[in-house]
């Protein structure tokens, strides 16, 4: 009996698939060797299953880091950053690393960029040890002229228990 929802699925000795359609079958797996190489029949419901279950991978493997849960320290905007609360950690010296999201909507495409940030909380510096998997620059550099590294800073050091060395507005006479 001759069904279109039957596929079946042939990769030849290349590796190279073909599909037909309209097979006749009552077996919806692997059928067997035959027409030159390994033939798989499915049904459409079970094709139409296996694409979900792909695509619900693929759309977990699109972010750019896997995170307990990303957490905006800065308000929404063109520009925004996030930390992952999970990996805040206080390095030897008092050192805060916590990994962050950066995302731009100011470029098309947008940029989507993450980081593993250590920031020095009283002396108010930051550096980027790891930028989108990659090795980063070592060298510190002061968070006054970066908004979003400071308001970072402010929130992570204050989770972290270290105090910062925000600046103080001086006594008024």
Not at 64 to 92: K, N, Y
Not at 121 to 142: I, M, N
Request: one cysteine or more; hydrophobic letters at 35%; aromatic letters at 10%.
């Amino acid at each position: 009996m001759a069904r279109v929802t039957d596929w079946c699925v042939i990769l030849n000795p290349a590796g190279l698939p073909s599909v037909s359609v309209g097979v006749e079958t009552s077996t919806p797996w692997v059928v067997g060797l035959g027409n030159g190489g390994f033939q798989f029949r499915w049904t459409m419901a079970q094709i139409r299953t296996l694409g979900i279950m792909l695509l619900m991978l693929g759309l977990g493997w699109g972010h750019p880091a896997w995170a307990g849960e990303w957490r905006p320290v800065t308000p929404a905007g063109l520009e925004q950053q996030f930390i992952d609360a999970e990996s805040i950690q206080v390095m030897p010296g008092g050192t805060v690393q916590v990994r962050s999201l950066y995302l731009n909507q100011r470029k098309l495409p947008h940029q989507r960029t993450t980081y593993t940030t250590e920031y020095r909380c009283q002396t108010r510096e930051f550096r980027d040890v790891e930028y989108d998997g990659e090795p980063g620059d070592l060298a510190w550099s002061s968070v006054d002229d970066d908004p979003l590294n400071a308001q970072t800073l402010d929130d992570v050091c204050a989770w972290a228990g270290q105090p910062s060395g925000a600046a103080q507005s001086p006594p008024k006479n």
